[in-house]
């Protein structure tokens, strides 16, 4: 069996990366903004509820690790602390309204303490970071704990210094606690996005950087709260499918120069992108179905300006077109599963093919080999075992 033949033939998922533009705000199938959202639990017993309201960053990864909280019957996720009257996701995404991204949640407090959801809240994000979540930027990405009591404060204000004077990060934190203020339900598409689009919503929280920085952050720490101690929405262990999101979808998380790149079969510039003289050990994916494509021990330096690899890490993975847009035919390579436009393959390499694969950068993203496991791709880490 060749090295490239190590794989399993996954049918695996996994995320995207270069979201210069946020993927949390994928507009395909809006629907008519929610009264209520999500589903609610029925095994939560009839009696006195409250309220709590936190902001995290992107709302799609707050509700599952909240929902999987015995004691917690809904969770919602809107707009909260801003200056408009029911915006859309679209004014809030513009960073104008002052909202933030949040998430409401019911719950019964004789089965769930206040205490155990603050500690489900500073799990899913990075509290040091004032300037969004991630890779998502701006206002509306902050992240908050607005208070429906003077108890809910009293707590909220504790729990914050609690874990400052722990010494767990390097930054101060910058979580905000102010007042609750109106909440107002996002849009339907956007409630329970990771039940209701499982592989893109896997594919954004390891694009992120967010499940890889949670999972470091609070690897073998237990936790208090009563219901599963890992996130349900964790990408670990999983197998995934490669698959194309809707168009919307993939204008949603790329740039504009990747999709024309990868959509409309654009070029970059040569020696003006990404990879082109990138030398660390790591493989290259498709940037919107996240399938392996190429690895940096096949990488090497054509002088075109352009990354080059004289071999597919993954022979399926790459399907090969005539392309007759110029005088001479070429033959284009897109991958298999995104059916994204990645380069062309020339007959001028270096042995031991002698093939030139030109890509894009545009059409990549890069995983170095010390995150290979983290984000599932643990299966190439013997490429760059030593000798």
């Not at 909280?69 to 960073?95: A, F, H, K, M, R």
Request: proline share 6%; net charge negative.
């Amino acid at each position: 069996m060749s090295r490239r033949r190590i794989h399993r033939f996954l049918v695996v998922t996994v995320a995207l990366s270069g979201l210069a533009a946020s993927a949390c705000g994928a507009t395909t199938g809006a629907g008519d903004k929610a009264a209520t959202a999500t589903t609610e639990r029925t095994d939560m017993q009839d009696g006195e509820t409250a309220i709590a309201t936190f902001a995290g960053g992107c709302f799609w990864c707050m509700e599952g690790p909240f929902e999987a909280l015995d004691g917690v019957g809904s969770v919602i996720s809107g707009y909260t602390d801003g200056q408009v009257s029911n915006p859309t996701y679209e004014q809030v995404s513009s960073g104008t309204t002052g909202h933030a991204e949040a998430v409401q949640i019911t719950y019964d407090p004789s089965t769930v303490s206040y205490e155990q959801l603050l500690e489900t809240f500073w799990r899913q994000i990075d509290p040091t970071d004032p300037g969004g979540q991630f890779a998502d930027r701006g206002t509306q990405y902050r992240t908050g704990i607005y208070y429906h009591s003077e108890e809910q404060q009293r707590l909220a204000e504790a729990a914050k210094q609690a874990l400052e004077a722990a010494g767990k990060f390097d930054e101060p934190i910058a979580t905000e606690i102010k007042p609750a203020s109106t909440f107002y339900p996002a849009e339907d598409y956007h409630q329970d996005y990771y039940r209701t689009h499982p592989t893109r919503y896997k594919m954004y929280k390891v694009g992120s950087g967010r499940d890889t920085y949670t999972k470091e952050t609070w690897a073998n720490e237990p936790r208090t709260a009563k219901g599963p101690q890992t996130d349900p929405t964790s990408t670990e262990g999983e197998d995934r499918e490669y698959t194309k999101p809707s168009d919307g979808e993939i204008q949603a998380m790329l740039t504009p120069l990747q999709y024309q790149v990868t959509q409309q079969e654009g070029t970059e510039r040569a020696f003006n992108n990404e990879y082109w003289d990138n030398k660390e050990e790591g493989i290259y994916v498709d940037i919107v179905s996240g399938e392996p494509l190429f690895s940096s021990t096949d990488k090497y330096k054509s002088g075109t300006g352009w990354p080059s690899f004289t071999q597919p890490l993954v022979d399926e993975n790459i399907a090969e077109h005539e392309d007759r847009k110029l005088f001479a035919a070429r033959t284009e390579v897109r991958s298999t599963h995104g059916d994204s436009h990645l380069g062309h393959v020339f007959p001028d390499g270096p042995k031991p093919t002698g093939l030139r694969y030109c890509v894009n950068s545009a059409a990549l993203r890069f995983i170095p080999k010390e995150n290979l496991e983290a984000e599932g791709y643990e299966e190439y880490l013997s490429l760059f075992d030593q000798p």
